[in-house]
């Protein structure tokens, strides 16, 4: 059965920018391409780090006493120990595909700056409301698991005992100037295709959203020696006059002319590279970039 999901209503009717004739995607998945061939963000992320989440890695909140959340919106935090000032030697990366990178480390101190900065919000100052504060009164090395533009990987991080806190605050050790940031979509384009599924060497099954409003006539495909940029015909029937914001995530096939290999697979609507077997939308991190979490 397919998900359906609550959409915003210019989303939900198809009414977005991804191109209706067999022209139109072909100029539009011609302009995707050559844009990420040429683009900054592409060799970072086959090559480099991008990471996909945040930089600090809260404990467990099913584990974590009510008051901490509020504290941490708060940036209640208090230092109790001495942090190493000196930075580690670098570190190497290591993805579940055996890919590994060397990665310079930051100091404890700089990781505290980074788990500690002030939120850009505040419900209201501590002691208040059940608020108090994060008392630090610990640091170790550590390491742990996070996603990025390349799959799970394995990062050293700096974990931080907060008295009280049965699991330690962890931030991601590695400097953000080694770091890629998330590529940015083309224009206004919303991301059509979600995600992928390797079915076999040269068959993907792509996962989509459309309106219930929408009528599915086929996916379609434009391949290059580094990219494969993909598209799902989508259009909302005529005779519909209003549509309710209600959409669906549906799948469908599409044969490539040669192996997917390690080539990138492109959403022809944003731009953007699509992730396999993943619940990431990079057009999400249009205004948010883990660097600066």
Same mark, same amino acid.
């Given at each position: 059965m397919?998900?359906?999901?609550?959409?915003?209503?210019?989303?939900?009717?198809?009414?977005?920018?991804?191109?209706?004739?067999a022209?139109e995607?072909?100029?539009?998945?011609r302009?995707?391409?050559g844009?990420?061939?040429?683009?900054?963000?592409?060799? @970072?992320?086959?090559? #480099?780090?991008v990471?996909?989440?945040?930089?600090?890695?809260?404990?467990?909140?099913?584990?974590?006493?009510?008051?901490?959340?509020?504290?941490?919106?708060?940036?209640?935090?208090? /230092?109790?120990?001495?942090?190493?000032?000196?930075?580690?030697?670098?570190a190497?990366?290591?993805?579940?595909?055996?890919?590994? /990178?060397?990665?310079?480390?930051?100091a404890?101190?700089?990781a505290y700056? #980074?788990?500690?900065?002030?939120k850009?919000?505040?419900?209201e100052?501590?002691?208040?409301?059940?608020?108090?504060?994060?008392?630090?009164?610990?640091?170790?090395?550590?390491?742990?698991?996070?996603?990025?533009?390349r %799959?799970?990987?394995?990062?050293p991080?700096?974990?931080?005992?907060?008295?009280?806190?049965?699991e330690?605050?962890?931030?991601?050790?590695?400097d953000?100037?080694?770091?890629? %940031?998330?590529p940015?979509?083309? *224009?206004? *384009?919303?991301?059509?295709?979600?995600?992928?599924?390797?079915?076999? @060497?040269?068959e993907?099954?792509?996962?989509?959203?459309? #309106?219930?409003?929408?009528?599915?006539?086929?996916?379609?495909?434009h391949?290059?020696?580094?990219?494969?940029?993909?598209?799902?015909?989508v259009?909302?029937d005529?005779?519909?006059?209003?549509? @309710?914001?209600v959409g669906?995530?549906?799948?469908i %096939?599409v044969?490539?002319?040669?192996?997917?290999?390690?080539?990138?697979?492109?959403?022809s609507s944003?731009?953007?590279?699509?992730l396999p077997h993943?619940?990431?939308?990079?057009?999400?991190?249009q205004n948010?970039?883990?660097?600066?979490?």
């Amino acid at each position: 059965m397919p998900a359906v999901v609550l959409l915003a209503l210019v989303t939900a009717c198809g009414s977005g920018p991804a191109p209706v004739t067999a022209e139109e995607f072909t100029d539009r998945a011609r302009e995707v391409a050559g844009r990420w061939q040429g683009s900054t963000e592409r060799e @970072p992320w086959i090559a #480099g780090f991008v990471p996909l989440r945040n930089l600090t890695l809260e404990p467990d909140r099913e584990r974590t006493p009510r008051w901490v959340g509020r504290s941490v919106i708060n940036s209640a935090w208090k /230092l109790e120990t001495a942090l190493p000032a000196e930075a580690p030697a670098p570190a190497k990366l290591r993805w579940t595909d055996g890919g590994t /990178l060397s990665v310079p480390v930051l100091a404890a101190t700089a990781a505290y700056a #980074g788990l500690s900065k002030p939120k850009s919000f505040a419900d209201e100052k501590c002691p208040a409301q059940g608020c108090r504060p994060l008392r630090v009164i610990a640091v170790a090395r550590g390491e742990a698991t996070m996603p990025s533009s390349r %799959g799970e990987v394995r990062v050293p991080t700096w974990d931080f005992t907060v008295k009280g806190v049965p699991e330690p605050f962890r931030r991601v050790a590695v400097d953000p100037a080694a770091m890629g %940031g998330p590529p940015r979509p083309l *224009g206004d *384009g919303i991301q059509e295709v979600h995600t992928y599924e390797v079915r076999a @060497p040269a068959e993907l099954r792509l996962s989509y959203l459309h #309106g219930i409003c929408d009528t599915t006539y086929g996916s379609r495909v434009h391949e290059t020696p580094e990219a494969v940029v993909v598209d799902v015909d989508v259009r909302r029937d005529d005779d519909v006059e209003v549509c @309710p914001a209600v959409g669906k995530i549906d799948r469908i %096939g599409v044969i490539l002319r040669e192996p997917l290999g390690r080539r990138v697979v492109l959403d022809s609507s944003s731009g953007v590279p699509l992730l396999p077997h993943g619940d990431i939308r990079l057009a999400e991190f249009q205004n948010y970039d883990p660097r600066r979490s």
